[in-house]
């Protein structure tokens, strides 16, 4: 029998499919068994799915309704439910049984005496009721690899801690409410910690780089410290990323936060690998254009103090996005204009003068290896980009190019091109974001709903690629709400327990629990992005069908501009 559910929007390039919403191995077996039906109807409009607890988030590409009569989430709405209507509701997959040892000592379980005097039991009489259930894989999220299993026997349960530490070690089992995981990866963390397992629950370089995945099942065996340091040293280390050694450019300063990104890593949000990416698309795309490029090519994303740079080899380049006063050799470089650079010759940019990010592309692109099918820098992960990581100095980063393509007169490290992109229509001078509101939206009280579109929201210094935390009036919900995880995308606004917001942007977790109250519409992503600490922002709410003709609008735009590039460059070249 078919079971009940309702389709919502997530902004305006997702949806979210909801069951009952409720911690049930039946709920997300039907999670489970769409997720399975969707991905064998190989739709070529879906961009990503992301199971959780009782939701299927469906991430699409709304470009790909080109001939569209309705808005893309009527069209969408109407197909999914087609699909909906043919799934195997009875599907049984083929999932694991897994055994995961787990050394409880006090020393690795940090909190593990202070979780058995509340519960007043003995510390081995927790490990025996942890240890004592088999647990379901109900989501793969937070962090790549990261696996919310249930349900922890009521006895151990416990929640969240108040403060959240700021760093929690690879390896270590946790309790969270009735929630018990596994933290993949070394990060921050509100989970009561009461023990660690020395196996690699995330590999990036593995063909299956998570080792569970939703509807797995999962058993702790414990071992003792002796054991546990025996199977950790016993555990295959996996090679470092390593990069190709193409001639190119060469970093002669490091900057703040460089990294090498792409317009983003799709289809793998179900393993709770983020989708990474540029913050500002705009940018990053109008760079490539006037590079001679496609617009999914990787560049460098600067933020100032940013890096300098000497070529190995002539080079076509082009900067979009913020402008921090580039220069070639001492010669000044305008945002937005292709230009010739000489071999020998260093870019270095010397005062922010206006935005937060500028973007560095080159002719026929980065010889950057790919990792899951893009180029962009996880850096919680260590991998894709340049050597999974930060730009440094010392980095050399080749050139996909022949050396010697392009030839400078003698005596000149720099020859600006005649053609530029008008690109001013994407960012306004004014400080309104236009946004349309979200499911939770609702449950805000009506003071606070009065209050979201007026007021004045600050973007605090604790801002970054994650998101943008927001300093304004507290917004309070009719009554408190308990969420379940379900997913969330750039540009989702979601409200902290203090009452402030946070916009997340391109290095988001791909689910989240906290009451998403409205998302920033994909047009005013780009002008988000270059905005900085300290400058305020106001939130206008528009309708969905708005905000889906301004996409289309932004679309046409950098269309015309990628044309008129291809047609000077051929001209050129």
Not at 95 to 101: G, M, Y
Not at 145 to 156: C, N
Not at 301 to 322: K, T
Not at 431 to 443: H, K, L, M, S
Request: charged share 15%; proline share 4%.
């Amino acid at each position: 029998m078919q079971p009940s559910y309702h389709i919502y929007p997530l902004g305006e390039t997702a949806v979210t499919i909801a069951f009952d919403a409720v911690i049930d191995e039946a709920v997300n077996h039907y999670v489970t068994a769409l997720q399975h039906h969707l991905n064998s109807l190989e739709l070529k409009w879906v961009k990503d799915i992301i199971p959780a607890y009782h939701t299927l988030g469906v991430v699409y590409d709304q470009y790909a309704f080109k001939h569209r009569q309705s808005s893309v989430f009527n069209l969408v709405n109407a197909l999914l439910e087609e699909a909906i209507e043919t799934c195997n509701w009875q599907l049984h997959t083929t999932n694991k049984i897994i055994e995961i040892p787990v050394c409880y000592h006090p020393s690795l379980g940090i909190d593990i005496e202070e979780l058995a005097v509340t519960k007043n039991l003995s510390i081995d009489e927790v490990i025996a009721i942890h240890a004592s259930k088999t647990y379901h894989v109900f989501a793969i999220g937070f962090l790549p690899g990261f696996a919310y299993m249930g349900s922890v026997d009521e006895r151990i349960a416990m929640p969240r801690k108040a403060q959240p530490r700021t760093n929690i070690n690879k390896g270590a089992v946790g309790i969270a409410g009735e929630q018990t995981g596994i933290y993949p990866l070394n990060s921050p963390g509100g989970w009561n910690i009461i023990g660690q397992t020395p196996l690699a629950m995330f590999d990036a370089f593995n063909e299956t780089p998570s080792l569970l995945k939703q509807g797995d099942s999962v058993r702790f065996k414990q071992v003792s410290l002796h054991e546990f340091y025996v199977l950790a040293s016993l555990i295959k280390k996996t090679s470092k990323q390593k990069q190709t050694t193409a001639t190119g450019l060469e970093i002669i300063k490091h900057g703040i936060a460089d990294s090498i990104q792409d317009l983003g890593r799709v289809g793998y949000q179900h393993l709770g690998i983020n989708p990474n990416g540029v913050m500002d698309m705009v940018a990053a795309k109008t760079a490539n254009f006037l590079a001679g490029n496609k617009a999914d090519e990787a560049v460098i994303e600067l933020h100032f103090p940013a890096s300098s740079f000497r070529f190995n080899c002539s080079a076509l380049i082009a900067l979009s996005g913020a402008d921090f006063d580039a220069a070639v050799d001492g010669k000044p470089v305008t945002i937005n204009k292709p230009v010739l650079v000489a071999k020998d010759a260093v870019l270095q940019f010397r005062k922010n003068k206006n935005g937060a990010r500028c973007y560095l592309a080159v002719h026929g692109g980065f010889a950057i290896k790919q990792w899951l099918n893009s180029y962009s820098t996880n850096v919680k992960a260590n991998v894709g980009g340049h050597c999974g990581r930060l730009l440094k100095k010392g980095d050399s980063i080749g050139f996909k190019q022949q050396p010697g393509l392009f030839n400078l007169p003698a005596n000149k490290s720099l020859v600006r091109l005649p053609w530029s992109a008008a690109v001013d229509y994407f960012y306004t001078a004014s400080n309104v974001i236009r946004c349309v509101t979200a499911n939770e939206y609702v449950f805000l009280n009506d003071v606070s709903k009065d209050c979201f579109p007026v007021s004045q929201y600050k973007i605090t210094l604790q801002s970054d690629r994650m998101g943008y935390r927001l300093q304004g009036t507290p917004l309070l919900m009719q009554t408190p709400v308990s969420l379940l995880s379900t997913a969330v995308t750039k540009g989702t606004i979601q409200l902290l327990p203090n009452g402030q917001l946070i916009v997340l942007m391109s290095d988001h977790q791909t689910m989240g629990g906290y009451p998403r109250v409205a998302h920033v519409v994909q047009a005013d992503i780009a002008k988000l992005a270059q905005m900085q600490p300290h400058q305020h922002i106001q939130f206008q709410f528009i309708s969905h069908a708005e905000a889906e003709i301004l996409s289309f609008k932004q679309q046409q735009y950098l269309l015309s501009i990628q044309n008129a590039c291809i047609f000077k460059l051929q001209d050129f070249l």
